[in-house]
């Protein structure tokens, strides 16, 4: 049976970041990541669309992917190591109605020090092939889209590589001594008595006990802390303890689409942006379908991030829905973007989102030495670095975590008890 002063469960970029935070402050401890999959990152990390943006209506959100993009940026700027970050922004396509809605989260860049650009319609019509006005167009008004009234766009944001980033903290991990272990699935926590008796059948209830490590297909694995960074794993495995995360897991559909058609590479190259040369990431406005450009591999990614009715589950391996793409995504991108007409997905594939279902914002909490971390709603990727970072001051019981750029942010504020957050309004 093996004894660790830490066990991680989860090898995503949550996961991995944590370790490596927590090994940074504890060269001479023990830590060990396990991980049910092959190799890390290959969960919902995977399954990600691999971009980031700053622009969030809560203070939290901003100050967590901001200071985790900082991070990232100084990594392939100053160390050399290349994540494949690009800054091809965010350019959101905002109807009359959503322009109003998000306003004062525009108003309120300036004390962020975010910068932000504002298109007139008519200027995006002319450069994307925009199609703005759909009044009289009977199918746009059945799925009920609204014209393109100003386009908003964000400098300081854009796609990265998942996988790059997942191995650049599992390198660095290991370089400090960390330990890792693949295809290990952990079935249970180990639940002991913190003064054990040697009575048959404890812990009863009425005696104060703690979690003591894992059970594992392997073996048992014991540890002074147990860290739970699964994903969308997490409350499958807190069930069986009675603690409540506030997270459930919902499938996200990703869609490859080839720009093979004259038109469609001039979008995809769209100049003018961004120094990479190439369309933003764009939101349509509601439904808001995802455009996410991938210009080293001349290839478009949309994405509905849809919410009613789509069930919360657990699935461990999903599967992307063919109509899903014809019925839903399709009908929406073509009435804006009339070159993707007669186009059809060359791949696709699907992951899960760990929701938080309080708020919108990550979780990050301690009970009975054991710290659960995840609900990253989808934006786990851009915040992963803050994360790893808060993860480990709860580990050595500090009230405040120092993110990247010496910004401070107090535990506590992630927890359930004595959580501190506003409700997150710009999901997708």
Request: with cysteine; aromatic share 12%; proline share 5%.
């Amino acid at each position: 049976m093996s004894e660790y002063d830490a066990v991680v469960v989860g090898a995503g970029v949550i996961g991995l970041s944590t370790a490596y935070h927590i090994k940074c402050k504890h060269p001479s401890s023990r830590i060990l990541v396990v991980d049910k999959f092959k190799s890390a990152g290959q969960g919902s990390t995977a399954k990600s669309m691999s971009a980031f943006r700053c622009l969030f209506s809560s203070k939290v959100n901003y100050l967590l992917s901001d200071s985790s993009v900082d991070f990232y940026f100084y990594v392939q700027s100053q160390l050399s190591v290349d994540l494949k970050l690009a800054f091809v922004g965010y350019l959101w396509l905002l109807s009359s109605g959503e322009y109003e809605e998000m306003r004062p989260i525009l108003n309120g860049l300036a004390a962020s020090n975010l910068k932000h650009e504002e298109y007139e319609a008519e200027e995006l019509a002319k450069r994307l092939g925009l199609n703005v006005h759909l009044a009289g167009d009977e199918e746009a008004e059945i799925i009920g889209l609204k014209d393109v009234y100003k386009g908003v766009f964000i400098p300081k944001a854009g796609i990265i590589d998942a996988d790059c980033v997942t191995k650049f903290y599992e390198e660095e991990f290991l370089k400090l001594g960390g330990e890792i272990r693949y295809g290990v699935k952990v079935e249970d926590f180990l639940v002991e008595p913190c003064k054990p008796l040697g009575l048959p059948g404890e812990p009863f209830f009425w005696q104060e006990s703690r979690v003591s490590g894992v059970k594992a297909n392997s073996g048992i694995i014991k540890a002074e802390k147990t860290i739970l960074a699964a994903g969308a794993w997490i409350p499958q495995l807190l069930d069986s303890v009675g603690i409540e995360c506030f997270i459930k897991p919902k499938k996200r559909q990703v869609f490859a689409i080839e720009a093979k058609k004259p038109a469609l590479k001039r979008l995809l190259f769209t100049e003018g942006f961004n120094s990479v040369e190439c369309i933003p990431f764009t939101i349509l406005p509601r439904p808001r379908v995802l455009v996410r450009p991938f210009p080293t591999e001349g290839v478009f990614w949309l994405s509905y991030a849809d919410d009613f009715p789509r069930a919360f589950k657990l699935e461990d391996e999903p599967q992307p829905e063919k109509n899903f793409y014809e019925y839903g995504i399709y009908q929406v991108l073509v009435k804006y973007f009339p070159q993707f007409r007669d186009c059809h997905p060359y791949s696709a594939f699907a992951g899960l989102y760990e929701i938080n279902t309080l708020d919108g914002h990550p979780v990050i909490f301690e009970e009975k030495d054991l710290i659960v971390v995840g609900g990253a709603s989808g934006s786990g990727i851009m915040k992963a670095d803050a994360i790893g970072r808060i993860a480990a001051a709860l580990y050595d019981g500090e009230e405040y975590a120092v993110l990247y750029g010496d910004r401070k942010f107090k535990v506590s504020d992630l927890s359930i008890k004595e959580r501190r957050v506003e409700r997150e309004k710009l999901q997708i």
